[in-house]
Structures are given as C-alpha cells and as structure tokens.
C-alpha cells in the first residue's frame, strides 16, 4: 500500500461511524479491501528471500515502534541480549508519551546508552524512527494496520523489519511486502513466537526423526476468549481490537495455530498452501457481551459485530496434506492452539499434550500414551534449540513461558552472525494471506479460494527448517 493511499483511507473513515460514538476507536479505517490481486503479479516474485543472509550486524541497533502490552514484553525480552553486547534499544516509539516514558525506565534499568525518544501522538513520528543512522532493525508491535506500512518503509530506509502478528491482512500488502524485500535486500519477518514454543519444537523435531511417519493432517487454532479485553476502555490503544471485529469477517488471527502447523507439514520448504474453503458460526457471544456491558456506547455496538463467533478454515496442502484451522476469541472457554497432528507413525493432541504412537492395525484399546512413556519421549526429541537456552527461558518465563525470549535470541543472533533468518518473508505473508483469502471464502458463500504461490518457486526446494541451524 502507498503512503497517500494509506493516508486517504484513513480519513475516508476518520470521521465515519465509529469515530463519531466517540468511543475513542482508532481514526484509521482498518477495514482491508477484499479486492483480488491480479494472481499474475505473484508471478513477479522471484524467492530471492529464501534463505536469504544479509552481512552480518555484530551489534543489532533495535528501533521499537509501540510500547503497549506487546512492546513491553518484546523490550524484556531484549534485556539478555542488550547485556551480553549482542543488540542495543536505540529508539523508543509509541503515540502516548506516558508509554515512551515507562519503557524508558525499564530499558535504562539494563543499558547505559539511552535510546532516542518518539512520543509524536499525531501517529507519524514512527518515519523518525525508521533511519539507519540510529537503527538497524526496527520491531514493531503496533495495532494490526500499521504493520506493512511501518515494515515497507522500514525496508525502504534501508533497515530490516521485524513485525507482530499479522504482517499484513490484504493480499496486495502481502505482496508488496514480498516485493520490497526482494528488492530492498532487507528481511521482513513476522514475529511468530508460537514457532518457538517448546512443544510445537518437540513435535517439529519428532517430525524430523520420522515418529509421524508421513505426515497427514493437522489441527490447529487461536481460541482466546478475549472478550473482557476487546470491551476494556485502556487495554487495547482506543480499542482498536474491537475494531476488526466490528468490520470484517473470517480468520483474522490465522499464525499462531498455523505457523507450527507449515513448519511440521514443510510448507514453503517442500510442499505449499494450494487451496482453502472457510466458514463463518453466526455471532452471539461479542454482542451478547456488549449489550451487557455498563456501557451505553459499547451497548450500541452490539448489533454491529460483523466476526462470527467461531471460523472453520479447510486447507489442502499441494502434496495433499489437510489443515483445519479455527479462530474463536469471542466463546468463553479455555484458551488452546489445539496443535494436533496426525501421520502414518503417530497422532499428538495437545491442551494438555497427549501422544499415541501408531503400532499397527491392531484390535486393542486405542489409549493414549502413559504419563511416563509420554515424558520419555518429550526428553528423546526435546528440540536441541530448546533445551541449549534452557537458562534465558527459565529467566524469561512472563515472555509466554520462554518462547518470546527465544524468538527473540533467534532474530537478534541470526542477525549477529549474518546467516537466514528461521521464518522469510514468504512465511509470515502466506500464513497472514490466509487470513485474507478465509475473509473471501467467508463473503463468497464458503466458496474455494485457491492460494497464491508466494515464495517464487522456491517452495519445491525441499530443505530443513532453518530452526534446526545451530547459531
Ligand atoms: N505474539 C503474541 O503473542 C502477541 C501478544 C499480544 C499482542 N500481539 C500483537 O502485538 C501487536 C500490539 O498488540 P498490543 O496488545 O500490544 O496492543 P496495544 O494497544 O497495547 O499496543 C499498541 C501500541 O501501539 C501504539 N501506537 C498506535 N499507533 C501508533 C503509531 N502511529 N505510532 C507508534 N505507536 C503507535 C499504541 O499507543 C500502543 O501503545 C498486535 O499486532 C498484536 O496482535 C502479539
């Protein structure tokens, strides 16, 4: 997307509906286009980014842009590496001064440097930030329609662009991300921190030691009842969570279920998304809380959630494996990713994680594995990557149990030594394209959306996962 269509979005829906109950909603429109690319102009990809290496930073200058819960979390994260020389918080970003301020306390409780301070709240101070005279790398973890305009311009000042979940929610963003990589030379990662998770690492690494067997099938989610946080005045910066689920329909939290999921199925590194159906549950469970809510203007939001409560993803991948992929934050229930997996040689459940190991077609009591047969083999296949950053993870367990810390120590050294990245750009924009295409199948009746290659071919390279690469 370009600066001045960004800009003229944005004010064709600042002083809509929305801005005018004074909730305090976010001015700039969030709502993506549904318009379809042109799937020709993928063809213009050329997977230049696949295990692309950039020269190597010895000291990582880290621009942060938002400062809310995610970017809090992401500066503790940093601390272990800003300490033993491997990257230094150069500058601090946010629209609300008062957040600039907090994380600059916690950043000088742990380096001597202090970083430049960007408290514009007319929204476009972040530009500032983006300047390779101060920056190398620039991590952004602001409201979801910021994320491409922010990685784009970054790649284009000539910085790498590290960014939260979803990096992009139209196709032509995720194409234009693509795009600029390409032709910038600059990484674009989305931040998937579920990739790191110790045991969607266990289940990578069992796939590697052939335990599934071949692999078949797969389920997998974001069930998240977040619906006291969606409806809380401060949590979300002027709500804008609620936002999305008052304008669009489908998946739109796609990468924390399925980014494991393409890392078992080796998706992009043999095998590809080909194509996917996606349903839509009526809504119930958002506007029920709205209408019940103390408050008059979220009362009168409740008729307008447009999300349905629970969205049914089918993807079929190109060597035939099958996904089902949910995204549910509006039901009350206990969260989970599901992380299932089946294959000729095993079958995982997880929430709690539960194994069976496949030992032919036999008339016996198809049980789970015992408590200690489970354990042995978490301990077999514990996934090396894991178990060697045992000391960070213990140290960093707010960061969801260890796994932000080692998706940050991953990013921070793979750029220290100048070697690829574990996730490219083709990863985060097809797991966000996803997304997209489920909100098309959702309008068009549940229809069949066949999924763009966006890695230029090089999907059909079959190759181990870089998470495997010791660094
Ligand atoms: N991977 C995970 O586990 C995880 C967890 C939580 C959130 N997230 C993601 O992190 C992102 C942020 O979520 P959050 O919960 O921190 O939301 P938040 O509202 O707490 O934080 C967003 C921050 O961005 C700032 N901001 C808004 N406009 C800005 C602008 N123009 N320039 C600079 N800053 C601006 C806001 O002031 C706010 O501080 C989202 O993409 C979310 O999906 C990921």
Redesign the pocket.
């Known amino acids: 997307m370009k600066r001045s269509d960004f800009l003229k979005i944005g004010s064709l829906f600042g002083g809509g509906m929305l801005g005018g109950l004074g909730l305090g909603l976010s001015s700039c429109s969030t709502a993506p286009s549904q318009t379809k690319t042109d799937m020709n102009s993928w063809s213009e990809v050329t997977g230049s980014m696949a295990e692309y290496a950039a020269p190597a930073i010895p000291k990582v200058r880290v621009a942060m842009?938002?400062?809310?819960?995610?970017?809090s979390s992401l500066i503790e994260m940093l601390e272990w590496l800003v300490t033993q020389g491997h990257a230094e918080i150069t500058v601090l970003?946010?629209?609300?001064p008062a957040?600039v301020q907090r994380a600059a306390e916690k950043v000088a409780s742990f380096q001597t440097a202090t970083p430049l301070r960007i408290d514009d709240p007319s929204?476009d101070?972040?530009r500032q930030a983006c300047n390779p005279e101060v920056a190398d790398l620039v991590v952004i973890?602001?409201?979801?329609h910021?994320?491409t305009p922010m990685a784009m311009y970054a790649m284009e000042q000539g910085l790498h662009a590290a960014s939260?979940?979803p990096i992009a929610y139209t196709e032509e963003d995720c194409l234009s991300l693509v795009k600029t990589s390409e032709r910038t030379q600059k990484h674009c990662i989305m931040?998937e921190?579920c990739c790191y998770n110790e045991e969607e690492l266990w289940l990578l690494n069992m796939v590697k030691n052939e335990v599934f067997g071949e692999v078949t099938h797969a389920e997998c989610a974001y069930l998240h009842d977040l619906r006291a946080l969606l409806l809380d005045a401060t949590?979300?910066?002027n709500r804008?969570r609620l936002r999305e689920h008052l304008e669009r329909d489908g998946n739109l939290y796609t990468t924390h279920g399925l980014g494991p999921v393409c890392m078992y199925m080796d998706v992009l590194r043999g095998d590809n998304l080909s194509h996917l159906v996606s349903m839509s549950s009526n809504e119930a469970a958002l506007s029920k809380a709205l209408r019940e809510s103390e408050d008059a203007e979220l009362q009168a939001l409740a008729s307008q959630v447009k999300c349905g409560d629970v969205n049914t993803t089918l993807i079929r991948t190109t060597a035939g494996k099958s996904i089902m992929l949910q995204f549910d934050t509006h039901t009350g229930r206990p969260y989970s990713r599901l992380n299932k997996l089946s294959g000729t040689g095993a079958t995982h459940y997880g929430y709690p994680s539960r194994l069976y190991l496949d030992h032919g077609p036999t008339w016996d009591w198809h049980r789970w594995q015992e408590e200690e047969a489970h354990d042995a083999a978490r301990a077999q296949y514990d996934h090396p990557l894991w178990s060697s950053l045992k000391e960070g993870i213990t140290a960093n367990q707010q960061g969801?149990g260890g796994m932000d810390f080692v998706m940050m120590y991953r990013l921070i050294r793979c750029l220290n030594e100048g070697v690829a990245l574990d996730l490219s750009v083709y990863d985060g924009a097809l797991w966000s394209l996803v997304g997209v295409l489920s909100e098309r199948s959702v309008a068009q009746g549940n229809q069949r959306v066949d999924i763009p290659d966006v890695s230029g071919g090089t999907w059909q390279t079959k190759r181990e996962h870089p998470v495997f690469r010791k660094v």
């Open positions: 842009l938002g400062l809310g819960n995610r970017g970003c946010d629209v609300q957040y929204g101070g972040w973890a602001t409201p979801w910021l994320h939260e979940v931040l921190n949590y979300y910066h804008w969801h």
